[in-house]
């Protein structure tokens, strides 16, 4: 999607040297399980899915990303572990990951490999969706589009609609706080 190759970085892991899991890491994709364990033989959480595909949007997009999202009232919300709950709700906003029926979503399930394929369709079919929208007036003549990013995302619930949109009536209240 960046049109730049990922390379191989450091190994931190003692049980894996898989090149395709160390080049997810040095984008920050992935983490592991530990510092020093990354557990290739574990299944994958449908909630582990969800933050891998969010971080790897946050690094296909970089200063175009805002993790903004809507919160539902899923039946099983409260098994979603707190570092992944953001993720969870943005990837359902965006429409990454769908629920399981009866207002669930399952995040402790295990992620099968036919809803990982989906979910990466899924994440290609909608990553124009997942790009903060600034109108090109916000930018034009501005030099520093990454404070410009930097500095929206302190001030973009003020002043977007709910699919983070500017308001075209809000330009010159975001232009304002930007540079004041």
Same mark, same amino acid.
């Given at each position: 999607?960046? *049109?730049?190759? !990922? ?31 990354? !557990? ?58 769908? *629920?399981? *029926? ?8 295990? !992620?099968?490999?036919?809803?990982? +394929? ?20 916000? +930018? ?41």
């Amino acid at each position: 999607l960046t *049109g730049e190759k !990922a390379t191989v970085g450091n190994d931190p892991f003692s049980d894996t040297d898989n090149p395709e899991i160390l080049k997810a890491y040095s984008l920050g994709v992935v983490k592991g399980v530990s510092e020093k364990e990354f !557990a290739p033989n574990n299944n994958i959480t449908r909630q582990e899915l969800c933050v891998m595909l969010v971080r790897a949007i946050e690094s296909i997009l970089g200063d175009e990303f805002i993790l903004k999202y809507n919160f539902y009232k899923f039946e099983d919300g409260r098994d979603i572990a707190d570092w992944a709950f953001e993720q969870v709700y943005y990837a359902y906003e965006k429409g990454i990951v769908k *629920g399981v *029926g009866n207002n669930r979503i399952d995040p402790l399930g295990t !992620a099968t490999c036919e809803q990982a +394929i989906i979910m990466v369709c899924r994440l290609w079919k909608n990553i124009d969706e997942c790009k903060i929208v600034i109108p090109k007036e916000v +930018i034009d003549g501005h030099e520093n589009y990454t404070y410009v990013n930097e500095t929206f995302k302190n001030i973009e619930k003020k002043y977007t609609d709910e699919k983070g949109y500017v308001l075209g009536e809000n330009v010159e209240s975001v232009l304002n706080e930007i540079y004041s």
